[in-house]
C-alpha cells in the first residue's frame, strides 16, 4: 500500500521485484543455506546461487535500488519510493537485499562513500562496492563502554606523520565476517580536548590492513548469521593513511547521522517485508490445519490474531512511509522524529506478529522448517541496533516537548499581538 501514487516507472520495479523475490529468490533460501556448509566453511563461501541472483537482479533493472535521485549513481528514486520496494525485498531478507545490492551494511557505507568520500575514496572502494565486487563493514560499537551513546566511543585514531595509528576493541561489526569484506569505516577519537561532539572522526580501513583481526563471529540467539556475521574486530596500531579520513577529524557524527537516519528507515522497511511474510505463512497455516474437529482459522483466538497483525503491520507501514516522506521533503535531520518513531514501533509491532505466526505453527514455529524463528531472532536485535528503542523514546519525547513549548509560546504571542491592537 502507498499512500500517494507510484510513478509507471516505480510500478512497473515493484512488479519485477515481486516477482523476482517471490519466483526466485524464497525458492533459492535452501540452496542458499545447504550451500554455505558447516564450521568455518560457512565463513569462506559465498553461494554460487547468490552471484548467480545478483546477475539476474542486475539485468532486471533492481540493482543499486537504495541511493536515492540526489546522488548520480543511484537508481534516481525517492526515499517514498525505495521503501515501497525494500519491503518487498524484506519478503527474504537473507538474499533479496545482497542480489539487489541493496543490503545493510553495504547501503550505509556507500552513501557515505558517495556522500562525503574524496574522488579517490570513490574510485577504490565506492566503485566496487557499487558493482557487488566487494563487501563492507561499519565499526563503532565497542565492548568496554555503553555504544548507545556514542560519545562513549574510546577507540584512538592519532595522528602520525602522513597518516593515523587506529587502536580499538568493536564487537556487532556486521558484515566482517564476510569473505569479500574489504573495507571497514572505522569510528574513534581523534582529539580528546575538543567539543563533546567534535572528538569523534571516522577513517576508512582497508580489512588486510597490518593490525586488523577478525577475533570470532558472535551468534544471535544462536544464530551466526554466516556468511557476513556480526564478530568481534580489533584495530592494533593499525596505520592508514590521512587521505582515508572522511570529510574531516571531528566530523564522525555529522556523518554518522547522515548515514544512520536513511539506514534506520531502510530496517524498517525489511522489517515490514518480514512481519508481512509472517501473516502469508499465518493464514496460510491456519487453513491448512485442524484442531478439535475444525480448521484452526475457524477458531475465534486465531482471527484476532489475524485482524491485530493486519492492524499492527498497516499502522507501522504508515509510520514508514511518512518518515520516507519527510526525508524526501525536509532532510534525514529535520525528520529525526518520524525516525526514531518508525525505529521504535516497527520492530516491536513486527515482533508480536511473528510471534503469533510462531504460535500457530506450534512446535514447527521455532525450528528450521520456517523462517519464522531466525526472522524473530534477527528482528529482537532491532531494538538494540542503530540505538536502542529507549534512547529513540527519549529523543521523541524531548522533541514533542520542544514542539509543544513552540505551539504555546505562538499562541501566547498571537494572543498578546491582538490585545496590543485593541
Known amino acids: 500500500m502507498s499512500l500517494v501514487q507510484l510513478s509507471p516507472r516505480v510500478e512497473e520495479l515493484k512488479q519485477l521485484l515481486t516477482d523476482f523475490v517471490y519466483n526466485e529468490c524464497i525458492p533459492a533460501e535452501s540452496e542458499y543455506r545447504k550451500a554455505l556448509g558447516e564450521g568455518a566453511q560457512r565463513w569462506q563461501t559465498v553461494p554460487p546461487v547468490m552471484e548467480r541472483l545478483k546477475k539476474r537482479a542486475r539485468a532486471l533493472g533492481l540493482w543499486n535500488l537504495f541511493l536515492t535521485k540526489e546522488y548520480k549513481e543511484g537508481a534516481g528514486l525517492t526515499n517514498y519510493e525505495y521503501a515501497v520496494l525494500c519491503e518487498i525485498m524484506g519478503h527474504s531478507p537473507n538474499i533479496a537485499p545482497e542480489a539487489c545490492n541493496c543490503s545493510a551494511p553495504d547501503t550505509g557505507n556507500m552513501e557515505v562513500f558517495a556522500k562525503y568520500g574524496s574522488a579517490a575514496q570513490k574510485k577504490r572502494w565506492l566503485e566496487p562496492l557499487l558493482n557487488g565486487e566487494i563487501r563492507s563493514a561499519f565499526a563503532m560499537t565497542e565492548p568496554a563502554v555503553a555504544s548507545s551513546d556514542a560519545t562513549n566511543i574510546c577507540t584512538r585514531i592519532e595522528r602520525q606523520s602522513k597518516g593515523y595509528i587506529v587502536n580499538g576493541r568493536k564487537w556487532w561489526i556486521s558484515g566482517a565476517g564476510h569473505p569479500k569484506c574489504?573495507?571497514?569505516?572505522?569510528?574513534?577519537k581523534t582529539d580528546l580536548g575538543a567539543s563533546k561532539y567534535g572528538q569523534q572522526s571516522i577513517v576508512v580501513v582497508p580489512a588486510n590492513a597490518p593490525g586488523v583481526t577478525v577475533v570470532r563471529p558472535l551468534t544471535v540467539f544462536g544464530y551466526d548469521d554466516a556468511p557476513h556475521g556480526h564478530c568481534e574486530v580489533v584495530f592494533s596500531n593499525v596505520w592508514?593513511?590521512?587521505?582515508?579520513?572522511?570529510?574531516?577529524?571531528?566530523?564522525?557524527?555529522?556523518?554518522?547521522?547522515?548515514?544512520?537516519?536513511?539506514?534506520?528507515?531502510?530496517?524498517?522497511?525489511?522489517?515490514?517485508?518480514?512481519?508481512?511474510?509472517?501473516?502469508?505463512?499465518?493464514?496460510?497455516?491456519?487453513?491448512?490445519?485442524?484442531?478439535?474437529?475444525?480448521?484452526?482459522?475457524?477458531?475465534?483466538?486465531?482471527?484476532?490474531?489475524?485482524?491485530?497483525?493486519?492492524?499492527?503491520?498497516?499502522?507501522?507501514?504508515?509510520?514508514v512511509l511518512r518518515a520516507a516522506d519527510m526525508i524526501d521533503k525536509v532532510g534525514a535531520k529535520?525528520?529525526?522524529?518520524?525516525?526514531?518513531?518508525?525505529?521504535?514501533?516497527?520492530?516491536?509491532?513486527?515482533?508480536?506478529?511473528?510471534?503469533?505466526?510462531?504460535?500457530?505453527?506450534?512446535?514447527?514455529?521455532?525450528?528450521?522448517?520456517?523462517?519464522?524463528?531466525?526472522?524473530?531472532?534477527?528482528?529482537?536485535?532491532?531494538?538494540?541496533?542503530d540505538g536502542p528503542d529507549e534512547v529513540h523514546t527519549r529523543q521523541i519525547a524531548q522533541l514533542e516537548i520542544k514542539e509543544q513549548n513552540a505551539k504555546l509560546a505562538a499562541r501566547k504571542h498571537k494572543v498578546a499581538a491582538s490585545h496590543a491592537k485593541l
Open 182 to 188: 574489504a573495507v571497514f569505516l572505522a569510528m574513534g
Open 240 to 319: 592508514v593513511p590521512a587521505e582515508n579520513l572522511i570529510l574531516g577529524e571531528g566530523r564522525g557524527f555529522e556523518v554518522i547521522q547522515g548515514r544512520l537516519g536513511p539506514g534506520r528507515i531502510h530496517h524498517c522497511m525489511r522489517s515490514l517485508g518480514m512481519a508481512e511474510r509472517a501473516v502469508e505463512l499465518m493464514v496460510d497455516r491456519v487453513q491448512n490445519r485442524v484442531t478439535f474437529g475444525r480448521k484452526i482459522a475457524e477458531h475465534g483466538v486465531i482471527l484476532d490474531y489475524i485482524a491485530k497483525s493486519r492492524m499492527e503491520l498497516e499502522s507501522a507501514r504508515m509510520l
Open 334 to 385: 529535520s525528520a529525526k522524529k518520524e525516525i526514531a518513531m518508525a525505529k521504535v514501533v516497527v520492530p516491536s509491532a513486527a515482533l508480536t506478529i511473528l510471534d503469533r505466526a510462531i504460535q500457530t505453527f506450534g512446535a514447527g514455529g521455532v525450528g528450521q522448517d520456517t523462517p519464522l524463528a531466525e526472522f524473530w531472532a534477527g528482528m529482537r536485535t532491532l531494538r538494540i541496533a
